[in-house]
Structure formats: structure tokens, C-alpha cells
């Protein structure tokens, strides 16, 4: 009896370190599962062929080469994006992910690698043009975004009469074309994209919300990862490439240094 109980303790001591290498992303062997919002333009997004492509897409893919390892994208529920990277089934978040003092008590971040504000698109026609023309109107946004964040923190939030979160910005937008909404409040990254693809049917408005940075998501304890990306995105600016990812979907160099 005393053998055979033995054995049961090796099996039960073999299956838990088998269940601990399946629940994390394994990053160990090599491989790095990535956290994205697949329709997040242009960080992130789904081109007409349905391949994922963006500047994140680009410059992730980039630094994990240096890294030497391989890499997926995983597109999740953004407004579950911690419990995804704390349950172990992705390895980062990486995709227009705003640095913020809440989010930096539930992960690790990077240095900040871009720049970005949360502004106000409305339609090309509108009137509305400065943040207290949206008092009894009602805007739009992503659920659990730093859009939200900023739009609590602004006067202007008690003078609205309504907020309608949605699970991404492309639904937001179409609403707001459909006149569902009178604005929404949007990565500015983002939302110049979408004007710029359709110039006729958006517009900013004058004021921005909130000022703010990119970065990157890693699993709070993951020290190790962090100090090796940190390392990688270091050498992607200093040998050039990320300034040739930039000006290939900005026009420009906007990667921070």
C-alpha cells in the first residue's frame, strides 16, 4: 500500500508540472503568444486578404526575431486583456496598450514607445467642434479603453446625455456614421486612419481629452521577459528598424527613444 501510494504522488506531482507548462503561453521553448484588438487601425487590424498587419504587428514581429524566437497573435477580448496576460494564455499585450497608473498595479510595462492623446471624431459635417459642444450629446467609445479612462476624467463627462461602450472602435465609428451617436472618443493614432481613408466622413474636433503613451504588457514576476524585449526594442531604434516600421504607417518616425 505504502508503494502504490508513492506512485499515486509521482503521478499527481507529474500531472500538476504538466498542467503548469500548458497554462502558461510557453515562453520558455522559444515561442511568444501576443495579446491583440485585430480591429485597432493601424497598430492592429485585418487587411482585405484578412491578414493581420499594423504597426504593432510589424514592429512585434521585429523584436521577437531579435529575441530569437517565434511568435502568434492572439486576438482577444480587450476589455479582458489583464486576465488573459495574468492566466497565462498570452505572454504580452501589444496593441496601442496605454501606459496608466491603474495598469501598472496589474502588469509590467516598458518604456514607452509611442505617443498618443484620446480625441473626439465627429462627422465631416458637423457643428460640433470643442469639448463643451458635446453637453446633451452622446458619444461613443470602447468598453474598458483608455478612452473611457480619459472621458471620466473630463468636466465634460457629467454634461453628457448619454455614453455607449461598444467591444472595438469599428463598431463605434459606424455608429457614429449611422447618427447613432454624435462623437466618439478614439486613440488619435486611430482615428486619423480612419480619416484619412475617409475624409469626407470624419473630422477631429478641435480639443483632445488626454495625453498619453504606448507600451508593452508583460506578466507581473516576468522580469526576465520584460529585461529581453526591453533589450530588443532598444536595438530595433538604434539600428534603425523601428523608424522604418514607423514611416511605413505613419509617414514619420514617432517611435519614442
Avoid at 510557453?26 to 482585405?48: C, E, S, T, Y
Avoid at 482577444?76 to 498595479?105: C, F, H, P, Q, V
Avoid at 522604418?244 to 517611435?255: D, L
Wanted: charged share 30%; glycine share 8%.
Amino acid at each position: 500500500m505504502k508503494k502504490q501510494g508513492l506512485w499515486i504522488l509521482l503521478l499527481m506531482a507529474l500531472a500538476v508540472a504538466v498542467l503548469s507548462g500548458c497554462s502558461s503561453s510557453g515562453n520558455k521553448d522559444g515561442k511568444l503568444v501576443i495579446g491583440i484588438d485585430d480591429k485597432f487601425a493601424p497598430m492592429g487590424f485585418r487587411d482585405d486578404d484578412n491578414e493581420l498587419v499594423g504597426f504593432d504587428i510589424d514592429y512585434a514581429r521585429a523584436a521577437v526575431k531579435k529575441m530569437g524566437k517565434e511568435v502568434t497573435f492572439q486576438p482577444i477580448d480587450w476589455s479582458a486583456k489583464e486576465s488573459e496576460l495574468n492566466s497565462g494564455r498570452i505572454d504580452m499585450i501589444w496593441n496601442g496598450y496605454t501606459i496608466t497608473d491603474e495598469r501598472k498595479e496589474k502588469v509590467l510595462f516598458t518604456k514607452p514607445y509611442l505617443e498618443n492623446s484620446q480625441v473626439v471624431v465627429v462627422l465631416a459635417g458637423s457643428s460640433l467642434s470643442a469639448l463643451k459642444d458635446l453637453a446633451g450629446k452622446e458619444v461613443g467609445l470602447q468598453s474598458l479603453s483608455s478612452a473611457a479612462d480619459a472621458l471620466d476624467a473630463s468636466p465634460i463627462k457629467a454634461e453628457l446625455k448619454d455614453v455607449s461602450e461598444y467591444p472595438d472602435n469599428v463598431l463605434a465609428l459606424t455608429d457614429l456614421k449611422s447618427g447613432r451617436v454624435d462623437g466618439v472618443v478614439i486613440d488619435e493614432v486611430v482615428a486619423r486612419y480612419y480619416i484619412a481613408k475617409e475624409p469626407d466622413t470624419y473630422k477631429l474636433m478641435e480639443e483632445s481629452l488626454a495625453p498619453e503613451q504606448y507600451g508593452i504588457g508583460i506578466k507581473k514576476g516576468n522580469d526576465e521577459l520584460l529585461t529581453e524585449l526591453q533589450k530588443a526594442l532598444d536595438e530595433l531604434n538604434s539600428d534603425g528598424t523601428a523608424a522604418e516600421i514607423s514611416t511605413k504607417w505613419f509617414g514619420e518616425n514617432k517611435v519614442l527613444n
